[in-house]
């Protein structure tokens, strides 16, 4: 992939790593890029707390589906959003959740099955539902998502509402049938919503050219009848501007738009699994770091100081602990009272 470090294409040609993302703060004094970076890293340190947690085995939890690598996408696509916009997630979403105001103990809640969760402990921390945020409820099956996205989408200009969707799914997902038709409908009714591919070039366990014969995924929307967009996923600024931009015109009533964000997930599909992927493209992806990225540019610019950003670390630390220690003292789901969980009960 030409945006990729190191990815074969669908023809078996190898794209070359691309100079590091360019992330600089070119139209603001760096307190946009300064917020993108610490919902990054929240959601980074949030992350490797699950997966040491997870290692202790010292109790129940649901499995880690690690974010690590692509905090970018997440976190400036969530922070482009507005009121009114709706988030239909992905399997990854967490730093757009984080972005969208959920807090650090309602996400553990979900990891540990409490009932301070969303789904109040039904639902765990990945498909969460949360409206009071934005968040409206998405599905196990892969790429059901989209048409769901588009369902929102149409259903906020029938109301005539200015908000947008925002749709996450993964490169894996956009070989499904729901997520072609769903591209389709909302091109021909000009739904206001955007479609982000977060494109990490692997499906659970297969590369990209055992499933794809393309080697750039944004030529498909102009099959559907949109404009597509491909760009550098680890670079939090260009994900925030392309978004922003994307949002303006699906709220402005022309369409949807294909985004296509291409990164790198750092760790197996579920923490615990092997990781096939060879060494080399990992390093040259690690080297691409969305976090230390924007870390760089943030010292370099004089933003910050290095022992500013030492201390943030410690913040957030701090922050994670805390609400993890509440989460954990919150109780879990009572059996007894599934079926109101479950049924309608007549009230509005």
């Known amino acids: 992939m030409g945006q990729g470090a ?22 603001n004094s760096g ?40 905090e970018a996408i997440g976190a ?10 709706f988030l239909v997630p992905s399997l990854r979403s967490r730093p757009a ?19 301070g969760s969303p789904g109040g402990g039904l639902i765990g921390s990945r498909h969460m539902t949360a409206h009071d945020h934005g968040i409206i409820g998405t599905t196990g099956i892969l790429g059901a ?12 200009k029938a109301r005539g509402k200015q908000g947008a969707a925002v749709c996450l799914f993964g490169d ?82 022309e369409g949807p738009t294909l985004i296509v964000a291409e990164t790198c997930r750092m760790h197996p599909h579920v923490e615990g699994l092997p990781d096939f992927r060879p060494r080399e493209l990992m390093a040259a992806w690690a080297a691409r770091d969305p976090v230390a990225a924007a870390a760089a540019v943030l010292t370099e610019n004089g933003y910050v100081d290095q022992a500013r950003l030492d201390a943030l670390t410690a913040e957030v630390d701090a922050e994670i602990d805390d609400a993890f220690e509440r989460a954990r003292g919150q109780g879990f789901f009572d059996e007894r009272g599934l079926a109101d969980a479950v049924f309608f009960n007549g009230a509005q």
């Not at 807090?103 to 540990?112: H, K, R, T, Y």
């Not at 998502?145 to 906020?156: H, I, K």
């Open 6 to 27: 190191e990815r074969k294409d669908g023809g078996g040609a190898t794209a070359a790593a691309p100079a590091q993302p360019d992330i600089g703060p070119a139209n």
């Open 31 to 70: 307190g946009l890029l300064a917020k993108l970076h610490r919902l990054m890293l929240v959601a980074r340190r949030f992350d490797e707390a699950q997966i040491r947690f997870y290692k202790t085995g010292r109790e129940k939890m649901e499995s880690v589906h690690s974010y690590i690598g692509q």
């Open 76 to 85: 400036g696509a969530g922070a482009a959003m507005r009121d009114g916009d």
């Open 97 to 115: 959740f984080f972005a969208l105001g959920v807090p650090v103990e309602v996400q553990w809640a979900g990891v540990l099955a409490r009932v």
């Open 145 to 156: 998502q989209v048409p769901v996205a588009t369902g929102v989408a149409m259903a906020l």
């Open 172 to 253: 894996g997902a956009a070989n499904i049938g729901d997520v072609h038709e769903g591209m389709n409908m909302a091109a021909v009714h000009r739904a206001p919503v955007v479609f982000i591919c977060e494109a990490n070039g692997v499906a659970e366990s297969q590369e990209w050219d055992s499933y794809m014969a393309i080697p750039d995924l944004s030529v498909r929307a102009a099959g559907y009848g949109m404009p597509g967009r491909r760009i550098d996923g680890n670079d939090v600024m260009k994900v925030y501007g392309e978004t922003e931009a994307a949002l303006e015109r699906a709220r402005a009533g």
